[in-house]
C-alpha cells in the first residue's frame, strides 16, 4: 500500500467502542428476531434485551484505565471522535445499568400491555445512544447520540396502543425534543462557521481566537447550544413537558426517562461547556446558576403542591421531584465556570445516586399499580401493612432524595454539591438550594410518613375513591416477580451505598476529564 495512502486510514478500536455497539447490536438481533418468533416464545427477547445490555456492561471492565481514543483526525491524533476516558465509563456505566434495571421491570408490562419486540428494539436502540453520548468528542457525533437516544424514547413513550394519555404525552414529549433539536443544530452550525472545526477540544481552541467580526456569531452559538441541552435536562422554563410525558408513559418508561434521558442531557451540557466552551464561561456560568436556582424552586414547589387523590399523582410528584433534582445537578456545571471543571465531579457522584433510588421509586410505584393502577399518593397509606418491605424500601428512597440519614448517600451527594456552590463563590446559590432542599423535606417526608400509617377504611371521610382501573382484587394480580426484582436491586444497592459511599462520592474530588 502507498505508503502516503497508509497515513489516511483510519484505524478502528472496537474493544473502545465495544459497549454502545453491543447494545447496537442486541437491538438488532431483537428486530430480527421479532419477525420469526411465535407469541407464546416472545419472553425470549426480553431475556436477549437484558443479556445484551449485560454484556455492554461488562465490556466496560477492559476499558477501566480510562485512557482509549478512536475515531481520530489522521493529521492530529489528540482529535478524536470517541473517547473512553474515566467520565465517559462512568456516565455509560450510569446510562447501561439504568437501561438494565428499565429491562428487568419490562418484562411484566412485555407480556400484558406493550409490544415486545418493538418494545425491546426501541428499549435498545435508545440506550446505544446514550451509551455513545458520554464518548463524543465532537459537535456532529453528539448530536447524533442525543438523538439516536431521543427517537426511541418518543416511541416507547406513546407505545401503550389505545391510551389517549400515552398518545398525548408522546406528542408533548416530540415536540419540546424536536424544538430542542433545531435550537440545538443552529448554535451547533455557528459555532463551526465560527472555528471552521467540529471537534470539542478544536472548538475550545478556535472560540479562543475568534476573529472580531466573528465574534456576535460565537456567542450566539454557544448560547443556542446551551438553551438546546437545557431543553434536553429539564430546566425551567423547558420543563413543560416533564409531567405530563410522565404521567402518560408506561411506568417503566417514565423511569428510564427520568434517569437515562437526564443523564444524556447532562452529560451533552457538560460536554459543550467543559470541554468545548471552557473560553466562554462568562456566558454560560451565570445563565446556569440561575437557571439551577429557577429549576429547583419550581420543581420543588409544584411537587409540593401535588394532591395526594389525583390520578396517577404518584407519578406527578415524582416528575416534578426529577426537575427540582436537575436543578441540583446544574449547580456543579455552575460552579466549574469558576472554579474549573473538577466541579463537574460533584454532579456525576450525585447522579449515580439518583439515578439508584428514583429507578428504586420507579419500581415501587410499578409494584403498586398491579394493584392500584390509579396510582395516587393516597393509595399508598398504610404499604407497611401490606407490603412492608416494599414500604421499607420506598421510605428509604425518599429519605435518600430528601438527603436525611439513614439515606447517608443522598446527604453526602447534596452537601458534594453544596461544597461545589460554595467552593465557586456562588453562596447565594448554596442559599437557595438550602431553602428548596427544605421545601423538598416536607413533600419526601409526607409521602414516607403515608407509607406507615393505619390504612383508610373503605368509604370513609379521605378515602380514595374508587375507579375503573382499582376494581381488580388484588388476590388476582400476583406479586410481579420482576417489579420485585428491581426494587430488591436498587434498595440492596442504595443501602450498600449508604452504608460505603467512598466509590460514588470519590467522583466528587477527582477530576474525571
Keep these: 500500500m502507498n505508503p502516503a495512502a497508509a497515513g489516511l486510514v483510519q484505524s478502528v478500536d472496537w474493544q473502545a467502542i465495544a459497549p454502545p455497539t453491543l447494545t447496537a447490536v442486541a437491538a438488532l438481533v431483537v428486530l430480527v428476531a421479532d419477525l420469526f418468533t411465535e407469541e407464546r416464545r416472545k419472553p425470549l427477547l426480553g431475556a436477549t434485551a437484558i443479556a445484551g445490555l449485560a454484556a455492554a456492561l461488562l465490556a466496560l471492565i477492559p476499558l477501566r484505565a480510562g485512557d482509549r481514543s478512536t475515531f481520530c483526525l489522521t493529521t492530529d491524533a489528540t482529535a478524536c471522535s470517541y473517547t473512553a476516558d474515566h467520565f465517559t465509563l462512568v456516565i455509560q456505566f450510569l446510562v447501561l445499568g ?20 418493538e418494545y425491546w428494539f426501541l428499549l435498545l436502540a435508545s440506550a446505544a445512544g446514550a451509551a455513545l453520548l458520554p464518548a463524543s468528542r465532537d459537535l456532529a457525533t453528539l448530536v447524533v447520540a442525543l438523538e439516536v437516544a431521543s427517537l426511541p424514547a418518543f416511541a416507547l ?18 415536540l419540546s425534543s424536536v424544538t430542542a433539536t433545531a435550537v440545538t443544530l443552529l448554535g451547533v452550525s455557528f459555532v463551526y462557521a465560527s472555528t471552521g472545526t467540529l471537534h470539542l477540544t478544536r472548538v475550545a481552541a478556535g472560540l479562543a481566537d475568534v476573529p472580531a467580526p466573528l465574534g456576535t456569531l460565537a ?27 410522565y404521567a402518560g408513559a408506561p411506568l417503566p418508561v417514565a423511569g428510564y426517562l427520568s434517569v437515562v434521558g437526564k443523564a444524556v442531557g447532562f452529560t451533552g451540557l457538560i460536554l459543550v461547556t467543559v470541554v468545548a466552551f471552557p473560553g466562554h464561561s462568562r456566558v454560560w456560568g451565570p445563565v446556569l446558576a440561575v437557571l439551577a436556582a429557577l429549576t429547583m424552586t419550581a420543581g420543588n414547589v409544584a411537587a409540593l403542591r401535588q394532591s395526594a387523590t389525583r390520578t396517577g399523582g404518584a407519578v406527578r410528584l415524582l416528575a416534578w421531584s426529577s426537575v427540582g433534582q436537575a436543578g441540583y445537578l446544574l449547580v456543579p456545571i455552575a460552579a466549574a465556570a469558576y472554579a474549573g471543571d473538577d466541579r463537574i465531579g460533584a454532579t456525576v457522584a450525585y447522579a ?24 395516587r399518593i393516597a393509595d399508598y397509606r398504610g404499604l407497611y401493612a401490606t407490603r412492608p418491605l416494599a414500604a421499607l424500601a420506598l421510605g428509604f428512597f425518599l429519605l435518600c432524595l430528601a438527603g436525611l440519614p439513614p439515606g447517608v448517600i443522598g446527604l ?34 409526607r409521602w414516607t410518613a403515608l407509607l406507615f400509617r393505619a390504612p383508610e377504611a373503605a368509604g370513609a371521610p379521605g378515602a380514595p375513591v374508587s375507579t375503573e382501573g382499582d376494581r381488580a382484587a388484588p388476590s388476582r394480580r400476583p406479586r410481579p416477580a420482576p417489579a420485585a426484582v428491581a426494587v430488591a436491586v436498587t434498595a440492596v444497592t442504595a443501602v450498600v451505598l449508604s452504608g460505603w459511599p467512598q466509590p460514588v462520592l470519590r467522583f466528587a474530588a477527582t477530576t474525571l476529564f
Design 219 to 245: 456567542t450566539t452559538g454557544v448560547a443556542l447550544t446551551l438553551v438546546g441541552f437545557a431543553f434536553k435536562t429539564a430546566a425551567v422554563p423547558f420543563h413543560f413537558w416533564v409531567p405530563d410525558t
Design 98 to 117: 439504568g437501561a438494565l434495571l428499565t429491562a428487568v421491570l419490562s418484562l411484566t408490562d412485555t407480556r400484558r400491555e406493550l409490544p415486545a419486540g
Design 157 to 174: 413513550v406513546g407505545l401503550r396502543r389505545g391510551d389517549r394519555r400515552s398518545s398525548e404525552a408522546a406528542l408533548k414529549f416530540f
Design 352 to 375: 449515580l445516586m439518583y439515578a439508584v433510588v428514583n429507578l428504586g421509586a420507579f419500581s415501587v410505584a410499578a409494584l403498586v399499580a398491579r394493584t392500584r393502577p390509579a396510582n
Design 412 to 445: 453526602f451527594a447534596k452537601v458534594a454539591v453544596f461544597s461545589a456552590a460554595v467552593d465557586a463563590g456562588l453562596g447565594w446559590l448554596a442559599v437557595v438550594m438550602a431553602v428548596n432542599v427544605v421545601v423538598a423535606l416536607y413533600y419526601y417526608l
